[in-house]
């Protein structure tokens, strides 16, 4: 067995169940308002490198599709299925849950392997990411860039309906996120704008924040608009905001992500959906629909933990852009940002190789 991943949250064939990790929600007393979150001007310029552009344009359409997804995989040892995927699709990154590791002293070979496997066919190294509190690591493993790992499904930035704090939150994340940038590992800070005021947990099924969007600014958004500049990864929520739309996820929302994200707060990093099963939840679509829908929205990276759902996600962006039906610069562009976070990890992106077998004519 390996160690346990599940869901979470930078400047700069068997049948297997769901991700288990919930993310617990308070629902009572009146949130306390705390100071207003200051929207950050926009970028004077284009966070991405060009060089990282240029890359991502230059890899075959699969593999560029290919670097949208961090995925789990079954499997104990190097005969793991998903080896073989880094060597053709190329995913972007990899999540370690528990069935994946007996104990933490064999995560170091499954994670170097990884990049190895990766590297030694051409495609681009993975991320290797795992929760926070993965059974077995060693506490703030994301400060020292323990075992091989280089990205952190947490910590989370919400604040609590019932006596959170959300100045308190802020700087609790704000060390959190400075400690691991400097360890080289990228924290994924989760769930903007915010979710610590919904219903219920959106694993469980569709969740609402009824706060106004003022609201939002006094107390949820002042932990993300902290690290905006800092965090090289935020995870956007499942949950649908009144203030942004009553029924819609937030990260099915260019308003959310574009707009409030990139636009206001400043930030120019990796956009990760939250775990895929939970937009599945919300809108009863297919984990396939669900990932085209967010990536067109503004998502760079979509978080699938079930293995059983990861190649119908792949499979149906990958036709999307072929067919016209996702813009090609959209996944361009989301790829470019995940390759520039690779680059920031030292991580360092292959040569782009074409693949074996060529892909049918796209407008990729």
């Known amino acids: 067995m390996l160690l346990g991943a599940a869901s979470g949250l930078s400047a700069c064939g068997d049948e297997v169940p769901r991700a288990t990790q919930r993310h617990p929600v308070e629902r009572t007393a009146t949130p306390r308002p705390a100071r207003t979150a200051t929207p950050a001007p926009a970028p004077a310029r284009d966070p991405v490198p060009r060089a990282a552009r240029r890359r991502a344009a230059a890899l075959p359409l699969d ?76 506490a703030g493993w994301a400060e020292r860039r323990a075992l091989g790992l280089t990205l952190s499904l947490g910590p989370d930035a919400d604040v609590p309906i019932a006596g959170g704090d959300a100045e308190a939150t802020a700087r609790r994340v704000t060390r959190a996120v400075r400690r691991a940038r400097d360890a080289g590992v990228a924290v994924a800070v989760g769930h903007f704008p915010g979710q610590g005021a919904a219903s219920q947990d959106p694993l469980e099924g569709p969740a609402q924040v009824g706060l106004s969007l003022e609201d939002l600014r006094t107390r949820d958004l002042v932990p993300f608009a902290a690290v905006a500049r800092r965090a090289r990864v935020v995870v956007v929520s499942s949950a649908a905001f009144l ?36 937009l599945e939840a919300a809108t009863g679509d297919s984990a396939g629909v669900a990932a085209v ?48 976070l690779k680059d920031a990890l030292g991580l360092g992106a292959a040569a782009p190789t074409a693949p074996a077998a060529p892909p049918a004519p796209s407008p990729g």
């Open 293 to 340: 829908a967010a990536i067109d929205a503004g998502i760079d990276v979509v978080h699938v933990p079930d293995p059983a759902a990861r190649d119908e996600a792949y499979r149906a962006v990958l036709a999307a852009v072929r067919e016209g039906r996702l813009a090609p610069a959209r996944v361009r562009d989301a790829a470019a940002r995940m390759l520039a």
């Open 63 to 138: 593999q560029r599709v290919g670097q949208l997804f961090v995925v789990g995989f079954e499997g104990a040892d190097l005969q793991a299925s998903v080896f073989e995927e880094l060597r053709g699709r190329g995913w972007g990154g990899i999540v370690v849950a528990p069935d994946n590791a007996a104990t933490a002293a064999g995560l170091p070979v499954l994670a170097g392997e990884a990049v190895v496997t990766a590297r030694a066919a051409g495609r681009v190294p993975p991320l290797v990411a795992a929760d926070p509190q993965l059974p077995g690591l060693p």
């Open 243 to 278: 203030a942004l739309d009553p029924v819609t996820p937030a990260a099915l929302l260019p308003r959310t992500v574009k707009d409030l994200l990139r636009g206001e707060l400043g930030f120019g990093g990796v956009a990760m959906s939250d775990d895929l099963a939970g």
